[in-house]
């Protein structure tokens, strides 16, 4: 029904940035929100940041000031820019939609993940 599919990790130096992008396909009636989580081995999955559809935004305490979300609603478009990566910000990231395709029930989606590896 709905597919996300992650683009933008790679290998990056401690204070470099990234751009993470996802793009939601399909049949898509309404997003309530989209975002990004992140997960390192042997830790939880942890939200980074979330965009809901009518703008407002939710920050991980730990990314404050240097990562931003955005989004195209018309293109079912999230963004995550990273500044002033850290090691500790290494991990995969999860794009992550909670969506309805029939206006009825929405469901969380998520993308297959991309690794974003910060080195010192």
């Known amino acids: 029904q709905v597919q996300l599919v992650e683009s933008g990790g790679g290998l990056v130096q401690a204070g470099g940035s990234l751009r993470l992008s996802c793009t939601a396909s399909g049949t898509i009636l309404h997003v309530n929100h989209m975002g990004w989580y992140r997960q390192a081995p042997g830790k939880q999955r942890e939200l980074v940041a979330r965009i809901h559809s009518a703008g407002s935004t939710r920050y991980a305490d730990s990314v404050i000031g240097r990562f931003t979300i955005s989004g195209d609603n018309a293109k079912n478009m999230v963004y995550l820019q990273m500044n002033s990566l850290k090691p500790e910000d290494t991990g995969v990231y999860y794009c992550?939609?909670?969506?309805?395709?029939?206006?009825?029930?929405?469901?969380?989606?998520w993308g297959q993940g991309t690794q974003v590896t910060v080195s010192s």
């Open positions: 992550n939609g909670y969506i309805t395709t029939s206006g009825v029930l929405y469901d969380d989606y």
